[in-house]
Structure formats: structure tokens, C-alpha cells
């Protein structure tokens, strides 16, 4: 494991079809447990600010519990509006002895 990955969360606390909101270094992020593998999206939806770890996971995606717009977990993009401005910033995850990591973006991203 590098050194950039960070212990956010126990996998035993994230079981298939849950998602949940972290914070990580005074950002919030949404932990997705999507079949068995653990994405990592920005945790504020790109319309209003809602929080997608809050959301509703349907299939691959995850919809805004404030106005219902969806996010495809292993990309971030957009449903409603598919364009990089819409988007949702992925993080990077790793697991590791039951533990799940993320690598914190750059500020400037």
C-alpha cells in the first residue's frame, strides 16, 4: 500500500448495495459498495450540494437524495448532464486486511 491511501473506513461496515459519507482530510467523500467492489466519489453532488453518499444506489448508479440526479459510481459522470463540468471527481480505493483506503485528490484538481 503507498503512502497516499489513507484507512477510511472497515469493510465489514459497507456491505454490498450500501454507500456511505466520509470525510477525509476536511473533504467529503461517498464510499459506494457496489457488488462486492468499493468506488469512491466526490461526496457533493455538482446541482445543489446534496450528499451523494446518501443517496439511493440503483444498479451502477447513485441518485442526489435532494433533486434525484444520478451518477454513474465507477466514473462520476453525470446522467443528466453528460459533461466533464457535471462530472463527479473519483478517488482511488484500495483494501487492505479488511480495511478500505482512499488517495485524497489535489486541491488544485
Given amino acids: 500500500m503507498t503512502s497516499n491511501f489513507y ?3 472497515k469493510i ?3 456491505p454490498p448495495g450500501t454507500s456511505q459519507s ?3 482530510q476536511d473533504h467529503g467523500i461517498a464510499l459506494f459498495n457496489l457488488e462486492g467492489e468499493i468506488y469512491a466519489l466526490d461526496n457533493t453532488c ?8 446518501e443517496g ?8 442526489c437524495p435532494w433533486h434525484g440526479w444520478k451518477f454513474h459510481i465507477k ?10 463540468s457535471w462530472n463527479v471527481p473519483c478517488y482511488e480505493v484500495q483494501v487492505a ?3 478500505i ?3 485524497p485528490r489535489d486541491r488544485e484538481e
Fill in 22 to 24: 466520509i470525510e477525509l
Fill in 12 to 14: 465489514e461496515d459497507l
Fill in 101 to 103: 483506503h482512499v488517495a
Fill in 75 to 84: 466514473t462520476g459522470v453525470c446522467q443528466k448532464h453528460p459533461s466533464p
Fill in 46 to 53: 455538482p446541482h445543489a450540494g446534496g450528499p451523494l453518499g
Fill in 7 to 9: 484507512p477510511v473506513a
Fill in 56 to 63: 439511493s444506489m440503483k444498479g451502477d448508479l447513485v441518485e
Fill in 97 to 99: 486486511d479488511g480495511i
